[in-house]
């Protein structure tokens, strides 16, 4: 992540803390003319995307699959590992 996605990660957090939902902030941020990474607009889906990565507090997700080799990803576990990352936290 290069620094200007990072401010606009940061920023979203921000929105989120104010207490913005999904919408507005995409609303917001398309408004303005920021752009997701694949250079498209915001939508509900992306921000609530970025706001549930535990990547973006400096956490790391994994076992979010049950029975990987069997359903091949259709298996959701609804109590994933989350523990401290190595890396720095964009919020």
């Known amino acids: 992540m290069n620094k200007d996605e990072a401010a606009i990660v940061q920023e979203i957090f921000d929105m989120a803390s104010k207490g913005h939902g999904y919408k507005k902030i995409a609303y917001d941020l398309n408004k303005r003319g920021y752009r997701s990474k ?52 964009i919020y």
């Open 38 to 89: 694949k250079k498209k607009e915001f939508s509900v889906g992306s921000i609530k995307g970025i706001l549930d990565n535990p990547m973006c507090i400096g956490k790391i997700r994994f076992n979010q699959h049950e029975n990987w080799s069997e359903k091949r990803r259709r298996g959701k576990n609804s109590n994933p590992d989350v523990v401290d990352g190595t890396h720095t936290p």
